[in-house]
């Protein structure tokens, strides 16, 4: 099935400093989807990108499919950025259901 | 997150018996899935439901079962509760399937067997 790899896994940042978070895919997929996991446990989407740039405020996220990776922006970090972020995609080939997430990196914000 | 909800948040049971978790969403999406959270695993499909009645096993659905009888409930049973099953368990709803749009997460339920 396909993989998902995510760098780095573990990052610490001083409060007002950017950031660049990557995943790697290792197929062709027709959903990629970030999101963070603040220190609580909740599960916030970030993006639904697939393929292109988006950009939410002080986060961005760009996605180069026909490379198979795509990248999480944080810019102008805050404590509240704090927690785990996940990339998940899905397969073209994949099963109807299945969304396959990455390890995650962890990232700690330092006030 | 607003429009869906798990229940119970916490549960602590003893190996063997049998459990029951429970998802509900307000947003009549068609799509619902069962997600376990463990360390150094990230998260994982057990289960995934695509309309009422219909549903479709995940990566790791031995020893679950799901029933989906209204599209706003999607629940995930333990048949016979094993120390393995011990994690956090998060319920994701969508609107599509594939491409088009992202999953929302409910808060998650944290299940301990002892």
């Known amino acids: 099935g396909i993989q998902v790899e995510q760098s780095p896994p573990d990052l610490i940042l001083q409060e007002g400093a950017n950031s660049t978070l990557r995943c790697n895919f290792s197929?062709?997929?027709?959903?990629l989807q970030w999101f963070h996991q603040n220190p609580w446990g909740q599960l916030i989407n970030l993006f639904y990108i697939p393929s292109g740039t988006k950009q939410n405020g002080r986060l961005s996220a760009t996605t180069v499919a026909t490379e198979r990776y795509s990248l999480l922006y944080i810019s102008s970090s805050q404590t509240t950025d704090s927690g785990v972020y996940f990339c998940?995609?899905?397969?073209?080939?994949?099963?109807?259901?299945?969304?396959?997430f990455g390890k995650g990196t962890k990232l700690s914000v330092k006030p | 997150d607003a429009g869906i909800t798990q229940s119970p948040r916490h549960k602590v049971t003893e190996t063997g018996t049998p459990v029951t978790l429970r998802c509900h969403q307000t947003e009549n999406h068609r799509y619902m899935y069962w997600y376990r959270q463990d360390p150094g695993h990230g998260l994982r499909l057990i289960h995934y439901?695509?309309?009422?009645?219909?549903?479709d096993k995940g990566e790791v659905s031995d020893g679950y079962s799901v029933s989906r009888s209204k599209t706003e409930d999607f629940l995930l049973t333990l048949e016979s509760a094993t120390s393995s099953q011990t994690s956090v368990y998060f319920c994701a709803i969508s609107e599509y399937s594939g491409t088009g749009n992202g999953y929302t997460f409910g808060s998650g339920t944290r299940l301990t067997v002892v």
């Open positions: 998940a995609v899905k397969g073209k080939g994949g099963s109807q259901g299945n969304l396959i």
């Open positions: 197929d062709s997929v027709n959903n």
């Open positions: 439901s695509y309309g009422v009645k219909d549903t």
